[in-house]
């Protein structure tokens, strides 16, 4: 008996076109996680500058979590060779990006804060808040949730 998780190969899609919005999401999470990445320390203080609670520990904590949920996310989305729970878990990383991302933006909006940049692509391009970005962030939970419904990796059965 291994100790260690059995690697097992994607589940079949359930349509043709999962592969096309799966990879278009990949593609965005890809974008977004090295912009954010390459101007890291300034993206943890655009975070801290929204002033959300918790202060700036929490910023520190929440722009760590943003990059790592959109980067562990892709395994799932790139149809990788990972375990069944790495699956699941990197399937559910994919719904928190958004999930996230739409807090920050409604956040943002309701706040009376005086934030120039959103931050979805880090401090590398400054995207200024508004209704868009609430937008973006359900258009990024469509894709997510989509992406979910056609390659679901609960109840298949998988070949080593």
């Known amino acids: 008996m291994s100790v260690l998780p059995i690697v097992t190969k994607a589940p079949p899609v359930k349509t043709s076109n999962i592969i096309t919005i799966s990879r278009l999401y990949s593609?965005?999470?890809?974008?977004?996680?090295?912009?954010?990445?390459?101007?890291f320390p300034d993206f943890q203080v655009l975070i801290q500058s929204y002033w959300l609670p918790g202060g700036t520990p929490?910023?520190?904590l929440?722009?760590?979590v943003i990059v790592i949920a959109e980067?562990?996310?892709?395994?799932f989305l790139l149809r990788m060779r990972v375990s069944n729970l790495f699956?699941?878990?990197?399937?559910?990383l994919g719904w928190i990006v958004p999930v996230i991302w739409l807090g920050i933006s409604l956040w943002l909006l309701l706040s009376v804060n005086a934030v120039t940049n959103i931050g979805f692509l880090g401090t590398v391009?400054?995207?200024?808040?508004?209704?868009?970005?609430?937008?973006?962030?359900?258009?990024?939970?469509?894709?997510a949730a989509w992406a979910s419904w056609g390659m679901w990796p609960l109840g298949h059965t998988h070949k080593k």
């Not at 593609?27 to 101007?39: E, G, K, N, P, R």
């Not at 980067?71 to 395994?75: D, G, I, K, Q």
């Not at 808040?129 to 469509?142: I, R």
Request: net charge positive.
């Open 58 to 60: 929490s910023a520190y």
């Open 71 to 75: 980067v562990f996310a892709l395994p």
């Open 87 to 92: 699956r699941i878990v990197s399937m559910v």
């Open 125 to 143: 391009f400054v995207l200024t808040p508004g209704w868009w970005a609430v937008f973006v962030s359900l258009a990024l939970a469509t894709l």
């Open 27 to 39: 593609v965005i999470l890809i974008i977004f996680a090295v912009t954010q990445l390459f101007s």
């Open 62 to 64: 929440l722009s760590g």
